[in-house]
């Protein structure tokens, strides 16, 4: 990704591209409900332990931005672009993304005393700056596997064994993994306390704790790092096509299988984002992966099938821009939230429209939040089929 530039896009992975549509499609359904009082229970979160659809959307996307990191990092080293360069490039990713997730935090008020720095866009960022820089040391699976299994094991044991200042010793009647009392809530309250201190900004998407805080960005490279050593499984030309698809199975039945073992000692957790919580959502993306693999690039239903490839192609749409679909889809809501409506100016554009279309005419109001978001995502997939029928990919 070189700045902001529109560039033509490059040969990619069907399957990949596929999968990453379905995931950014569904992450836009989850966060535009018709109304935060009528969620269609599939699509909520888990309200601590446990895990929900809604819940595997962010980690399959993790999981597939690290799928491509072979794919670009070894273009550019093939072409003899040199490490540093390299290097220097990841970085401005890394702080084009996270000026954008301000921004979008920012907008439309600009109350920047009210910022809050964590969220989905920093941890895509730090994600993908930390292991980008990693797979260029190493570009060996083993390594890679062998960095992955040790932040699982490390991760779990910072969060079972490592004392809490202010809370005693693990293991005496004190919840290390409540919401506000575990390692990762804890810093998340001495950054949140230093940033307000010296930015004058920094709150916290919770008061004592955040999902997305700053030492979850560990295991969440586990998460990439999955993703990756599937990207290396496409990559790799002495392999099969049908042996690559049999690989992620097998991959994603074990990763499945250890992650809900493990669930019973430390429990699958999205906002902690818990070892076991990264053996299963990256399991469930290998087994969906390798299913598209199959379908898309193996037995091409697409080419047989007129529905099969209206679907893909929508698909492609989503995941070839799916970073400009996520931050679309965020600025054209809260636009949508601040805008009075034409008729009623004591209701947004948003509540309007849900409540005028939707909610007035479906009598149960699960069903009439749900369509909205259905019909809010077909909406956001306009502008980006203009951007695929030109064959462009906006890289930020």
């Known amino acids: 990704m070189t700045g902001s530039a529109i560039i033509p896009a490059a040969p990619r992975s069907v399957s990949i591209d596929a999968m990453r549509g379905a995931t950014i499609a569904f992450m836009i359904v989850v966060n535009t409900p018709g109304s935060w009082n009528h969620v269609w229970p599939l699509l909520e979160h888990a309200p601590w332990n446990g895990c929900r659809p809604a819940d595997f959307v962010f980690s399959f996307f993790l999981f597939l931005m690290g799928c491509v990191i072979p794919f670009a990092l070894d273009r550019r080293l093939a072409a003899g672009e040199s490490r540093a360069k390299l290097a220097g490039h990841i970085a401005r990713r890394v702080l084009l993304l996270i000026a954008l997730k301000l921004l979008l935090s920012a907008y439309p008020h600009f109350h920047l005393g009210h910022l809050r720095l964590f969220g989905v866009l920093t941890r895509i960022a730090l994600c993908y700056g930390l292991v980008a820089l990693l797979y260029m040391a190493t570009r060996k699976p083993l390594p ?3 960095v992955t299994c040790g932040i699982l094991l490390g991760w779990w044991l910072m969060l079972c064994a490592v004392p809490i200042p202010g809370l ?5 009647d004190v919840p290390l993994l409540d919401p506000q009392a575990n390692l990762a809530a804890w810093l998340d309250r001495i950054v949140s306390h230093w940033t307000l201190r010296v930015l004058h900004t920094g709150i916290l998407y919770e008061k004592t704790w955040d999902p997305e805080g700053l030492l979850g960005t560990l295991p969440a490279c586990a998460s990439v790092l999955s993703g990756v050593l599937a990207g290396q499984a496409f990559r790799n030309r002495n392999m099969s096509a049908r042996h ?12 499945l299988a250890l992650g809900q073992a493990w669930g019973m000692a430390m429990p699958i957790n999205k906002a902690l984002w818990t070892s076991s919580f990264v053996l299963v959502t990256s399991g469930a993306a290998l087994l969906m992966l390798a299913a598209f693999d199959w379908a898309f690039d193996i037995r091409r239903v697409q080419d047989d099938s007129r529905i099969a490839s209206h679907a893909l192609l929508v698909l492609r749409v989503f995941g070839t821009n799916a970073i400009v679909a996520f931050l679309l889809s965020g600025f054209v809501v809260k636009t949508m939230m601040v805008l009075p409506a034409p008729a009623d100016t004591e209701h947004s554009v948003y509540t309007w429209l849900y409540t005028r279309f939707f909610a007035f005419w479906i009598p149960s109001p699960d069903l009439a939040s749900f369509l909205f978001a259905v019909a809010f995502t077909a909406v956001m997939a306009l502008p980006l089929a203009v951007l695929y029928r030109r064959n462009i990919v906006i890289r930020l």
């Open 144 to 146: 890679l596997l062998a």
């Open 168 to 172: 005693g010793l693990p293991g005496r």
């Open 244 to 255: 690559r698809t049999l690989l992620l199975l097998a991959a994603g039945l074990i990763s």
